[in-house]
């Protein structure tokens, strides 16, 4: 009985981490996405020409939100790494 208890001790203490190291990677792309929006206005409201830069910072965009909030990734992980 107490091995039971000590392992769901373990994958609640892994829960817990997995939860707490999702939350910083999503704080992290937040200030990202935010540096990026700034940058981008920046950039456009000085160089109008330049749309290359701006259309490579939307698309790096597009792929974070994709990557981090929308988790694409798990759509084609296999079924131990969707866990």
Same mark, same amino acid.
């Given at each position: 009985? %107490?091995?039971?208890?000590?392992?769901? #001790?373990? #994958?609640?203490?892994?829960?817990?981490?997995?939860?707490?190291?999702?939350?910083?990677?999503?704080?992290?792309?937040?200030? $990202? !996405?935010?540096?990026?929006? &700034?940058?981008?206005?920046? !950039?456009? #409201?000085? %160089?109008?020409?330049?749309?290359?830069?701006?259309?490579? &910072?939307?698309?790096?965009?597009? #792929? $974070?939100? $994709?990557?981090?909030?929308?988790? &694409?990734?798990? $759509?084609? %992980?296999?079924?131990?790494?969707?866990?």
């Amino acid at each position: 009985m %107490a091995e039971k208890k000590e392992s769901t #001790s373990n #994958s609640e203490e892994q829960l817990v981490e997995n939860r707490n190291e999702a939350y910083r990677i999503g704080i992290v792309v937040l200030v $990202l !996405l935010g540096v990026f929006t &700034i940058g981008e206005y920046w !950039l456009g #409201s000085i %160089a109008i020409g330049w749309w290359a830069p701006l259309v490579a &910072i939307a698309v790096l965009k597009a #792929s $974070l939100v $994709l990557r981090d909030y929308m988790h &694409i990734g798990r $759509l084609f %992980a296999g079924e131990e790494e969707a866990h």
